[in-house]
């Protein structure tokens, strides 16, 4: 489903995807683990086609969605403009109901009228995710989703993801906050140097959240 191979990529000299391999072959929630600089996001920008890698060959569903840490909503648009923009686009069938739909099921359905520099952290994430779900997507990818949002809303982004999720959908999350990824990721990649240094199942017998935290300082 997702198959990278021997994936390199350089900015200037500095190499940040060092020959990565990974393969991801059923429908589960994976957590993209490793301190600032790993290169997280830039796996996840190649995967997606927003980088194009130097060596090396990425096979990824053709219907995948990404989720910006900076949400990157379209500031002059409002909620519901910002979600069917590309679904209008591309005169996607249903996509008014499924909008209306997938507003509800996020409960951001009454702020569908609002731009989005009145919506607050939490809401900003429902609506990007909401975008990036309007493209029935099969492989999402997330980048840092929990960044500047406080414990609630956390909580329920990890409720929402795990539904995401039992729709079918594959999820790649990139993320610092090992405490997340262990509350909701079926497998956990810890990413050094450009590199996978390690690859658990937070679910798995004699596994500790500490095992990540040694792994993450060295
Ligand atoms: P992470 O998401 O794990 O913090 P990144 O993938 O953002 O890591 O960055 C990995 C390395 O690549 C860092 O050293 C960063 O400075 C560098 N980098 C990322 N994007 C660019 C870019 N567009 N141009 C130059 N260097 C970049
Ligand atoms: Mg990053």
């Not at 997702?2 to 020959?19: D, P, R």
């Not at 999720?165 to 450009?194: P, T």
């Amino acid at each position: 489903m997702v198959s990278i191979t021997n994936a390199t990529k350089y900015f200037g000299n500095e190499c940040v995807l060092h020959h990565l391999n990974l393969q991801i072959s059923s429908i589960e929630i994976v957590g993209l683990a490793g301190s600032s600089g790993s290169g997280k996001s830039t796996l996840l920008r190649c995967i997606q086609g927003l980088e194009v890698l130097d060596e090396g060959v990425i096979k990824r569903p053709d219907h995948t969605g990404f989720m910006f840490q900076d949400f990157q909503l379209f500031p002059h648009m409002t909620v519901w403009e910002n979600i069917l923009y590309a679904p209008l686009r591309e005169k996607k069938p249903q996509c008014t109901e499924n909008a209306q739909e997938l507003l509800h099921s996020l409960e951001i359905f009454s702020q569908k009228h609002i731009y989005p520099q009145r919506l607050s952290g939490g809401q900003k994430q429902r609506v990007a995710l909401a975008r990036a779900l309007m493209m029935d997507p099969q492989l999402l990818l997330c980048d840092e989703p929990t960044s500047g949002l406080d414990r609630g809303n956390i909580r329920s982004v990890v409720q929402i993801l795990k539904r995401v999720h039992e729709k079918g959908v594959i999820l790649l999350i990139a993320s610092h906050d090992l405490d997340f990824l262990c509350n909701l990721c079926h497998r956990i990649l810890m990413m050094r140097y450009g590199k996978i240094i390690l690859d658990v199942s937070p679910q798995q017998e004699g596994f500790r959240e500490e095992h990540l935290y040694e792994f993450y300082q060295k």
